[in-house]
């Protein structure tokens, strides 16, 4: 039983989806807690960071030297065009 307990909590989607679409709208924050006191709800730190550990491994925000958030995920029909169009390296 104790083997359960240990493995943690996993965010439910509509929490990352409304994490992202803050992000992909406003594209920066100077850093993490002005991200979380901008969210529509609150939520418990070890969440949120776990969240963004999530997008970070998934190539979708980076963080600068100085520890701001930026969203790097481009998606859309002109992303869709130019990734058609490029040439596939072996």
Same mark, same amino acid.
């Given at each position: 039983? =104790?083997?359960i307990?240990d493995?943690?909590h996993?965010? !439910?989607?509509?929490?990352?989806?409304?994490?992202?679409?803050i992000?992909?709208?406003?594209?920066e924050? *100077?850093? =993490? !807690? =002005?991200?979380?006191?901008?969210l529509p =709800?609150?939520?418990?730190?070890?969440?949120f !960071?776990k %969240?963004l550990?999530?997008?970070?491994?998934s190539n979708? %925000? *980076?963080?600068d030297?100085d520890g701001?958030v930026f969203w790097i995920? *481009?998606?859309?029909p002109?992303?869709e065009r130019?990734?058609?169009?490029s040439v596939?390296?072996?």
């Amino acid at each position: 039983m =104790k083997a359960i307990a240990d493995k943690g909590h996993s965010p !439910n989607l509509d929490t990352i989806l409304m994490i992202e679409g803050i992000l992909s709208k406003k594209h920066e924050f *100077a850093s =993490k !807690n =002005k991200l979380r006191l901008s969210l529509p =709800k609150q939520l418990q730190y070890k969440t949120f !960071n776990k %969240i963004l550990e999530y997008l970070e491994a998934s190539n979708k %925000i *980076a963080y600068d030297k100085d520890g701001s958030v930026f969203w790097i995920f *481009a998606k859309g029909p002109q992303f869709e065009r130019l990734e058609k169009e490029s040439v596939k390296l072996k």
